[in-house]
């Protein structure tokens, strides 16, 4: 893979995203503020009025970083699926690229950092917004944006793997249904994961969005430690080489004539 010609896929992911910006606002920013809006402050005066507080936050210092990682992980996700598959086969963009020095690895990568830089823009977005909101207490808010582009990346890096091998974009909503949505749910946004059931706990804690949720949550309230960051890192990099060797196979497979 050449790190040029990778390079050369991401400026075409870009002038892609100049002309179809609104649905990525409206995934990485409207969406997960209108979340934060109406659970974090709606839901939060109700926490604050029984409880108090969540983790030992405010509810709305607890769920906007929540909130942050899960869009990245949808964006991710819902980028990785029918875009891929359109330039895999609806459109033959990919086929289009391989027929220039740009390899099929290299086509895998440009879109995957297209993918997690399109992630990071958005969370920069939503970390400067919900700082207005009163969300984001610590200066340290600023390393949450690369923690949400990791877990974007955790999920688009093997989901961009898996569509090159379709036909069809057939799995494509029960992935979002039964995988994305759930993670959406129990991997720690809107409540602590130990309040959960044991097996479902221990389900939750091998999710990326965990993961991911906790690195943005501890940065956005000045809480990193050194050991849980090294491991709910190496954990997101796990995902991202796993999903790149699987895909390096998969776009080579597909896109070799």
Not at 87 to 94: L, Q, R, S, V
Not at 132 to 149: C, D, E, K, N, R
Request: charged share 10%.
């Amino acid at each position: 893979m050449s790190t040029t010609l990778g390079l050369r896929v991401l400026e075409h992911q870009a002038e892609v995203l100049k002309r179809f910006w609104r649905a990525p606002l409206f995934i990485y920013l409207v969406f997960p503020l209108l979340f934060v809006a109406a659970i974090g402050l709606g839901v939060g005066e109700l926490v604050s009025r029984r409880t108090g507080q969540v983790g030992g936050l405010s509810y709305l210092d607890f769920v906007a970083p929540g909130l942050m990682a899960a869009s990245a992980m949808q964006g991710g996700a819902g980028a990785s699926l029918w875009p891929v598959m359109g330039g895999i086969k609806w459109m033959g963009t990919y086929q289009a690229m391989v027929a220039t020095p740009v390899g099929p690895a290299d086509v895998y990568d440009g879109v995957v950092v297209a993918t997690t830089t399109r992630a990071c823009i958005g969370a920069a977005a939503f970390a400067l917004i919900a700082t207005v909101l009163g969300a984001v207490s610590s200066p340290w808010a600023i390393a949450a944006v690369p923690a949400a582009g990791l877990c974007a990346a955790a999920f688009a890096a093997p989901l961009t793997a898996f569509t090159a091998t379709q036909e069809n974009d057939a799995q494509f909503p029960v992935i979002m249904r039964i995988v994305v949505m759930p993670l959406f749910l129990f991997s720690g946004t809107f409540f602590p994961v130990g309040q959960l059931p044991v097996g479902l706990r221990i389900a939750a804690r091998f999710s990326p969005l965990w993961h991911g949720v906790e690195l943005c949550r501890a940065a956005t309230t000045g809480t990193l430690r050194l050991g849980a960051t090294a491991v709910h890192i190496s954990v997101l990099v796990a995902c991202i080489l796993a999903g790149a060797v699987w895909g390096h196979r998969t776009f080579t497979r597909r896109l070799t004539p």
